[in-house]
């Protein structure tokens, strides 16, 4: 099984997209990293887990699930960076990969001692950009094969059918 853990912010603050919600809204650029991750775990079958610091959001540590994807707000005085080794230790196994998306560098040399593997905010951002165009190919294909009417017609016939639908004769 394959885990991808998220530094949160650090992505939001990364991608072009997350840091223009993220001038308006920050609770708006979460929730579209959340729904990307969700894309990006439907199709690649990953396990994601999206972690934030908890110095934007006070209070106790909360964990949650949005769109299967597990989201988690650190509690106070850790960082994200911190539980995301606290996870990448407790989640490696023999039958585990993990990786660890994240542009800082500290971090990555640290998840990368342990075993994890690192994706740079750049690298899940082209990765991410290049599964939404295959979803999209994906769609199209589908919409293509679909048939013009749920029983087979040739064309001509199809042809007669429409021009009796137009009032033709």
Do not use: C
């Not at 993220?22 to 979460?30: F, G, H, N, P, Q």
């Not at 001509?156 to 429409?162: G, L, Q, R």
């Amino acid at each position: 099984m394959d885990i991808l853990l998220v530094d949160g912010y650090n992505i939001i603050g990364a991608w072009p997209e997350l840091q223009a919600l993220k001038s308006k809204d920050l609770s708006s650029a979460r929730d579209r990293l959340i729904e990307k991750m969700a894309e990006y775990q439907a199709y690649t079958g990953y396990r994601v887990i999206v972690v934030f610091d908890a110095h934007f959001v006070q209070g106790i540590e909360k964990k949650y699930k949005n769109f299967k994807v597990e989201v988690i707000f650190t509690r106070e005085n850790e960082t994200a960076d911190e539980r995301i080794e606290k996870l990448a230790i407790s989640l490696s196994n023999i039958k585990t990969q993990v990786h660890v998306a994240t542009s800082d560098f500290t971090e990555q040399w640290v998840i990368f001692g342990q075993g994890a593997l690192r994706k740079s905010a750049r690298e899940l951002l082209i990765e991410m950009e290049s599964i939404e165009k295959r979803i999209e190919k994906n769609v199209q294909k589908s919409f293509q094969k679909k048939p013009k009417s749920k029983i087979p017609l040739s064309d001509e016939i199809a042809e007669i059918f429409e021009k009796w639908r137009r009032g033709g004769q």
